[in-house]
């Protein structure tokens, strides 16, 4: 009967995943349109951070307030509900970014390596980016791509400044935001 109710499980999983509709798209381009202009004022007033750590944090959460919790933008750029699956999937990459972000920049902390800790920041965000395929669709598997090979990058290239990878950062989340904002249409999962 336990191996019935696991086999039971996991087809509803399957099941799941093959009904999902990627509906708030529009919405995730904002954030990350936001999320990319914030990142280019940090380096523009970085100083020996790198990324200004300040403007950083409060252009993101002020970011994320218009983006994801402001109910009148949600519902103009929504093309429809989230599924309960997907909602599950939101907290738990939320989760899962500070948890790789802890791992990832955490040791780089108490030397204040900020150029180590923001391209940590990155891959920990390149990384969590594609667990909301679940949420968006194939593009966040690219644009997680794509972050994850600019922040190994940055570490390979030891040489080069950090503010080069990060800008490069900005610009693909900005990229890809203008896209899904303005150009990107609900889709469905197929199988």
């Given amino acids: 009967m336990e191996r019935y ?3 039971e ?8 995943i093959s009904e999902l509709e990627f509906n708030n798209k529009r919405s995730c381009g904002l954030w990350l349109t936001l999320v990319g202009v914030v990142i280019i004022a940090s380096l523009a007033f970085g100083g020996h951070f790198i990324v200004n750590p300040f403007i950083f944090l409060a252009g993101y959460y002020l970011s994320f307030f218009l983006a994801n919790v402001n109910h009148k933008v949600r519902a103009k ?4 509900t989230a599924s309960p699956f997907q909602i599950k999937i939101i907290y738990f990459g939320i989760a899962l970014l500070f948890i790789l972000m802890f791992l990832i920049a955490g040791p780089f902390i108490p030397s204040w390596n900020w150029k180590m800790i923001w391209l940590g920041v990155n891959l920990a965000t390149g990384i969590h980016f594609l667990i909301f395929y679940f949420v968006h669709g194939r593009s966040m598997i690219v644009l997680g791509a794509s ?3 600019i922040a190994v990058s ?7 400044p950090a503010a080069l990878f990060i800008t490069a950062d900005a610009l693909i989340k900005f990229g890809f935001g203008i896209w899904m904002l303005f150009f990107s249409k609900p889709t469905r999962v197929i199988g």
């Fill in 147 to 149: 972050c994850i090979a």
């Fill in 154 to 160: 940055g570490y390979a290239l030891a040489f080069v």
């Fill in 9 to 16: 499980e996991k087809q509803t999983i399957k099941g799941m």
């Fill in 5 to 7: 109710n696991n086999i």
């Fill in 77 to 80: 750029l929504s093309d429809g």
